[in-house]
């Protein structure tokens, strides 16, 4: 089992930027990819952005150049730094686990579906 905890979310203008934080806890040694999806009620979890546990790094295209993901493995801790924020990104976001051995070279981290999620934590962005 793999706990995680979101914290940073918040309200922003158009433009300016947050850092999300993950607390992670539990069986993490064989926990090979952890990401950041988001959604927004009545749409699909959208994922954003994945990282392994060696350090390479996945970006959906609508955040490539604005969001940066980077992890603490010493302490279990995993970020989402968010530049230029848009009207679009309001959503909430959450953090989450691959399955035991996996990658993230696989699809589900861009379909969100992780196996181990946290609570959420919300931003939104207005103009």
């Known amino acids: 089992q793999v706990q995680l905890v979101e914290s940073g979310g918040g309200s922003v203008q158009a433009g300016g930027s947050l850092r999300l934080s993950c607390a992670a806890s539990?069986?993490?040694?064989?926990?090979?990819?952890m990401g950041w999806f988001r959604q927004v009620p009545g749409k699909q979890r959208e994922g954003i952005a994945a990282?392994?546990?060696?350090?390479?790094?996945y970006y959906v295209d609508s955040v490539k150049g604005r969001f940066t993901i980077s992890q603490d493995n010493a302490k279990n801790m995993l970020y989402l730094l968010m530049n230029s924020l848009k009207l679009e990104d309001t959503a909430m976001y959450y953090c989450?686990?691959?399955?035991?051995?996996?990658?993230?070279?696989?699809?589900?981290?861009?379909?969100?579906?992780?196996?181990?999620w946290g609570q959420g934590t919300q931003v939104t962005v207005s103009a």
């Open positions: 989450g686990a691959g399955p035991p051995y996996s990658y993230c070279g696989g699809t589900y981290w861009i379909n969100g579906n992780y196996a181990y």
């Open positions: 539990g069986y993490l040694s064989t926990t090979y990819c």
């Open positions: 990282i392994e546990r060696n350090g390479r790094t």
